[in-house]
DNA sequence: GCGACAG
DNA sequence: ATCTTGTCGC
């Protein structure tokens, strides 16, 4: 585990480094257990409240909640929010009580400028499958996909490489941008997005976790 | 130099 | 991300 205290310019060469340790394969097993990951700030505060919420993937309740408060070391800045956020989200991790299968977080995937966004980087580090849900795009392109649910598109990094999916998790809504993080093909990435998507916009992992961290941070404010 | 820019 | 009330619509 490397340091999180870092400049600049260490955090671009991370994430060169670890970069390729990303790996686009078949799930390793059947997902019983899906965690959501976010983290939450007040305005012009850079005390942070994170929380990992883990959900039984059949019925979407709430089994487990891991919950951390620090203080973030890094500013936001595009591209390399894991620096910012990260911390704080594997100090919730190991709070758990229980091992999820699969890890979906608020934040690119391989859809960053050098393929390796937060959810990349939670994924390598925890060793564990990861899909990256962002509800806005960060780099690349793509063309609308349709109004139905379940409808995609590509987005296609300058190359025209696919680095991820835009994916229409409710119909006439935005869509979300669906990357692969780690563990996970983008395929597969997208169908268990879909699969934990059965009301929202947001997936259930992701809507429970945002739904935590503001209930901490409210909290903290006595 | 200009515009874009996860949370 | 956060600041913020009501309001339009299913």
Redesign the pocket.
């Known amino acids: 585990m490397h340091d999180w205290d870092i400049t600049f310019e260490q955090a671009k060469q991370i994430q060169q480094e670890l970069r390729d340790k990303v790996r686009e394969a078949p799930l390793p097993g059947p997902v019983r257990l899906v965690a959501g990951a ?6 012009g505060s850079d005390d942070m409240f994170a929380a990992i919420v883990v959900l039984d993937a059949k019925t979407l309740e709430v089994v487990d909640v891991g919950r951390a408060e620090c203080r973030a070391l890094f500013p ?1 800045v ?5 620096f910012r956020e990260a911390p704080a989200l594997l100090q919730a991790w190991e709070e758990l009580d229980v091992e999820p299968d699969l890890l979906v977080c ?3 995937g391989r859809a ?1 400028p050098r393929k390796f ?3 990349c980087h939670m994924g390598v580090l925890l060793d564990i499958p990861t899909i ?1 849900s ?6 690349g392109e793509h063309r609308d996909p349709a109004p139905d649910k379940g409808s995609y598109r590509s987005i296609y990094d300058r190359e025209g490489e696919v680095i991820g999916s835009v994916l229409r998790t409710r119909a006439e809504v935005n869509p979300v941008y669906v990357s692969v993080g780690h563990k996970i093909t983008l395929p597969a990435a997208r169908r268990q997005i879909m699969r934990f998507s059965p009301k929202y916009r947001i997936p259930e992992p992701i809507r429970h976790a945002h739904n935590e ?2 209930r901490m ?1 409210r909290a903290a404010l006595e």
């Open positions: 976010d983290a939450s700030f007040s305005k936001y595009p591209g390399y929010l894991s608020d934040a690119q960053h966004g937060l959810a990256g962002a509800k806005n795009l960060l780099c961290v503001n941070r």
